[in-house]
């Protein structure tokens, strides 16, 4: 069993910068590909960065392209999410994931087996 707990969200203006950070248990970590979704108010999750096992590779949603940076630190057991030039279509609830099938990219929120609980991300005008 792997728990995922973020910390990082909070409130900043537009423009600003925030980095999540997402925790895992365990002394697998770095068996797991991991990924970052987001949800907004009355909208469906969705994919926002993934990353590779290694931390070799990195995939990004065309909306957060060039503004995010997914990372991670395997002797830490986290990873990050770098977010700059934030807007306040930004403003989600976002969550880690991980997954131990490596394949693909990891965009889709089926190919996960691990959840964190979310942080609160508000981006103000």
């Known amino acids: 069993q792997v728990q995922l707990v973020e910390s990082g969200g909070g409130l900043v203006q537009a423009g600003g910068s925030l980095r999540l950070s997402c925790t895992s248990s365990g002394r697998t970590f770095s068996s797991y590909a991991m990924g970052w979704f987001r949800q907004a108010p009355g909208k469906v999750r969705e994919f926002v960065a993934a990353?590779?096992?290694?931390?070799?590779?990195?995939y990004y949603a065309d909306s957060v392209k060039g503004r995010f940076t997914i990372s991670r630190d395997n002797a830490k057991n986290t990873v990050y999410l770098q977010m700059n030039s934030l807007k306040p279509e930004d403003t989600a609830v976002y969550y880690c994931?991980?997954?131990?099938?490596?394949?693909?990219?990891?965009?889709?929120?089926?190919?996960?087996?691990?959840w964190g609980q979310g942080t609160q991300v508000t981006v103000s005008s």
């Open positions: 990353i590779t096992r290694s931390g070799s590779n990195a």
């Open positions: 994931a991980a997954r131990l099938d490596a394949t693909y990219r990891g965009s889709y929120q089926s190919q996960y087996d691990y």
